[in-house]
């Protein structure tokens, strides 16, 4: 998908109880999901800043019922912080700003849904690791982050896209999209659909032991890419789990599986020099670091002796959902040039492979963890 046209924000952003005369609104950060804007808002004591989203209702089907989880998740962390004594609970969790009428979410005349979080103010998102020190403090701000959700009340939470982690129905979607053919793209992609198809039995590893419970469901982020959590400016700590979207049952492996994938790499998810990318071990021991003590107190020993194997797999999913899109036309991810979700493939194919390499050395890590 094109980046979607430009809405006014402007207009959209005085529906909420902002305080203060908006300055501006402009695009904002580098999602591939839903339209992110600034606003730059002068109140009486000095500027300040909100980030306001459109929901992509393409992707999330039921975004009232999305926001509502987003309501419960943020409501749950926010007063954990709070009875835990932090003193910048504020900066720790996404806090939406309600509408004048006192709504979470404001409906355009459009149809669209519309949210506005208080800006985390000093902290960054990264598109590439640049240090152990980065994949450290994401992988803790992860755990971490499970853990806060793991009393969550309220029951469970709305699957805001079913099978979101299901590979093998992933899978089945790129057998579908291959055998379509609808967009004649295949033949410009043999080598990385070989790839997938070489693959194929090990894509039920995660969801077989989720149904046979040997693998316990929890909630997880699942969308735990690196630039879904910001890190202080200052201390490069992580500060706050954003994207809450995709918070829902799921597996911890989910989770670490996609801090693999983009927290070891010194390449972009869309590099085209395949030769700059691949797993740099020591990314991943601070991974494995970070995470495990985050979650030291839940962990099950399947789960820690997977976590490896979960680098690969949530990796591989990755690309299969790319390469679908490749075959399908571009129709979910927005995409800045024509080959961009087929140069996505190929990055997390060369990744693929430098994890199949490195996966021993990886199991004997946690084994020694
Ligand atoms: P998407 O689902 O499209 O990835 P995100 O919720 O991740 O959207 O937001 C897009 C970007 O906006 C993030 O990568 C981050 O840089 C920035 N962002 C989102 N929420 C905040 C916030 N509360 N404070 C500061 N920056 C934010
Ligand atoms: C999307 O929303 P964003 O950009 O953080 C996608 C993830 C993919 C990721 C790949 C809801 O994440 O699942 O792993 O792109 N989010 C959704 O970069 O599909
Ligand atoms: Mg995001």
Redesign the pocket.
Known sequence: MIAAAGHDAVAIAREFALSGEILSASP?????????Y?VDVKPAGGPR???L?RI?HNVFRRPDELMANVERVCAHAYAKLKQAGVPDAERRT??LLPTLTGKAWHIDAAGNRWRC?????G???HDVVRSPEQAYAAAKSFGAFQSLLADLPGGRLLETIPDFHHTPARFARFQQALAQDAHGRAAASVPEIAFALARAHEVNVVVDALRDGTLPERVTHN?T?L??V?LDDVTQDGV?V????TVMPGSALYDFGDLVRTSTSPAAEDETDLSKVQMQFPMFAALVKGYLESTRGFLTPKERALLPFAGKLITFEIGLRFLTDWLEGDIYF?TKCPTHNLDRTRTQFKLVESIEDQLPAMQALIARA
Do not use: M, P, W
């Not at 979080?117 to 103010?121: D, G, K, S």
């Not at 954003?242 to 979207?245: A, G, Q, R």
């Open positions: 904002y950060g580098s999602g591939h999901i839903n339209d992110t600034k800043r909100y980030v989203q992509n996404l806090r979080y208080h800006f985390i103010e902290a960054t998102g969308d890419k630039n879904n910001l706050c954003i994207d809450l979207d927005k």
